[in-house]
């Protein structure tokens, strides 16, 4: 195992890595892992906790892992946005159908929160900080 299964605590996600896979995607509501195949110069963006908090639950954050088979050095660089200030449900995103599932939140705190007791690794440290 190269990393183990987590969710990222920032806005968004873009990865890279050299052709050697690791890279696994948990599919949404199943046990099934997808390996992402990276073709040359290519890159992987990921919608992670912050931004599902933002888009109100409608893109979820993506359980990930790193998985290695010990036969070739794998390198990856990964850029993580973070969001200063408020993040807050856009107006568009909240009807009838979808009320608000987070309540706005300083980006930065909740960062904080999730530093002092990393309870979960996955998008429930989110729900719990500041979930409706």
């Excluded at 190269?2 to 968004?12: N, Q």
């Excluded at 099934?32 to 893109?59: C, H, I, Q, T």
């Excluded at 449900?89 to 939140?105: M, N, V, Y």
Aim: glycine letters at 4%; a negative charge.
């Amino acid at each position: 195992m190269g990393a183990a299964i987590h969710t990222d605590k920032h806005f968004l996600t873009i990865l890279s890595q050299n052709q050697v896979d690791g890279l696994e995607v948990k599919i949404k509501d199943d046990d099934e892992w997808v390996r992402v195949k990276y073709l040359p110069s290519s890159f992987f963006v990921m919608a992670v906790d912050a931004f599902m908090a933002w888009s109100n639950g409608r893109l979820r954050s993506a359980p990930h892992r790193v998985v290695m088979n010990g036969q070739e050095d794998r390198y990856s660089i990964a850029l993580f946005k973070f969001k200063n200030g408020t993040v807050e449900i856009p107006e568009e995103l909240i009807d009838d159908e979808h009320p608000p599932r987070f309540k706005p939140f300083d980006h930065f705190k909740f960062l904080e929160f999730y530093a002092k007791s990393p309870i979960y690794f996955d998008e429930r440290a989110i729900k719990l900080f500041c979930g409706v």
